[in-house]
């Protein structure tokens, strides 16, 4: 494979970092982050959240990354969640509906002015978190990449995307690890656009993946709902004083579909394979905050209760 400073393998740094980088989420993204953050040559361990998978983990000898017909094993460090070391950097990239449960367990491992970066989809968690750790920088993050896991701790990069990244602060001086591991990003003081734009696709594609059992190009044949969810959506993100995020809402739902139509959605494999889906942070979010405007949502609030009874149906939460 020739050389690419765009692909999650670029050369490993000289020197390391001297802040070492807990990563907690050992799920597509947060495995795509920390084997190119390893592959860096930046120091770093991997929480576990129980010592079953921490067990598991250290028997399969660390992370796997496949892109294309490379797969390479990243023996990366992992680490218990009540291990005693203090964390001082830490990307979160569990699902939504745990992020607050393991900052709790984490907490006493937390010093003031530890930094944190919060890798989940929709809106609320972040919120949640940050109001729990005030004492602590959280920063939001948003991001386009693509992965998917291939079994237990194996990962396979499914498309170069960006992450965005912000909070009310100046950019911290970390940023240029990120350059150093080959992880496409930029610094946004408004990211919340970014995540109210994320939501927004997020709940025009997902869902409907998940109604329809498809993978996100089998949503060309359901143009006229997509379309009509995209507006509602639209009147939305402007109610909730987001006109930026609005703009051209519908375009880039297609590009979206299009660009990855060989993919299955997140909540698509979490459904698949009967976990637990992030509805409470996408369609619930939405549909609370439009009946908060008393905003009549008629797509929406049917796309809503259609997918928690296709998940009831199912044996899985509906919310």
């Known amino acids: ?30 495995s795509l982050w920390a084997a190119r953050l390893a592959r860096a040559g930046l120091p770093l361990r991997l929480i576990l959240r129980s010592p079953e998978r ?39 990239a569990c699902k939504a509906y745990d992020a607050l449960p393991a900052i709790e367990r984490l907490a ?7 930094e944190l970066l919060l890798l989940q989809n929709g809106l609320g968690s ?10 602590c920088r959280c920063i939001f993050a948003s991001t386009t990449e693509g992965a998917f896991r291939d079994g237990d701790f194996h990962v396979v990069f499914a498309g170069l995307g960006h992450t965005w990244l912000g909070d009310a602060g100046a950019p911290p001086a970390w940023l240029a690890e990120l350059e ?64 930026t995020a609005a ?33 409470a942070y996408l369609l619930d979010h939405a549909c609370r905050e439009a009946e908060r405007l008393s905003l009549p949502l008629p797509r929406l609030q049917s796309l809503h209760l259609r997918l928690q009874k296709h998940l009831a149906a199912r044996g899985l939460p509906v919310d």
Not at 108 to 114: I, K, N, W
Not at 260 to 278: K, L, P
Request: glycine letters at 8%; charged letters at 25%.
């Open 1 to 30: 494979m020739p050389a690419d400073d765009r692909l999650p393998f670029p050369p490993p740094a000289d020197q390391a970092s001297k802040t070492v980088w807990h990563v907690l989420g050992a799920g597509s993204l947060g």
């Open 54 to 92: 921490l067990e598991a983990y250290r028997a399969a000898g660390g992370l796997r990354l496949t892109y294309g017909d490379e797969t390479q094993l990243y023996p990366i460090e992992g680490e218990a969640l009540d291990a005693g070391t203090p964390i001082r950097r830490l990307l979160l």
């Open 108 to 114: 006493p491992r937390l010093a003031p002015g530890t």
């Open 126 to 135: 972040q919120d949640a978190v940050a109001a729990a750790l005030p004492e």
């Open 180 to 243: 150093r591991a080959g992880i496409p990003h930029s610094w946004s003081a408004d990211i919340q656009t970014r995540l109210w734009r994320k939501l927004a696709l997020n709940c025009a594609i997902n869902p409907l993946t998940v109604l329809h059992d498809c993978r996100n190009g089998g949503l060309l044949e359901h143009e006229e709902e997509v379309a009509g969810l995209c507006n509602e959506l639209r009147e939305l993100l402007r109610r909730c004083d987001q006109p």
């Open 247 to 279: 703009e051209g809402l519908r375009e880039d739902v297609e590009r979206v579909i299009r660009a990855t139509a060989a993919n299955y959605s997140s909540m698509h494999q979490d459904v698949a394979h009967g976990r637990r889906s992030e509805i």
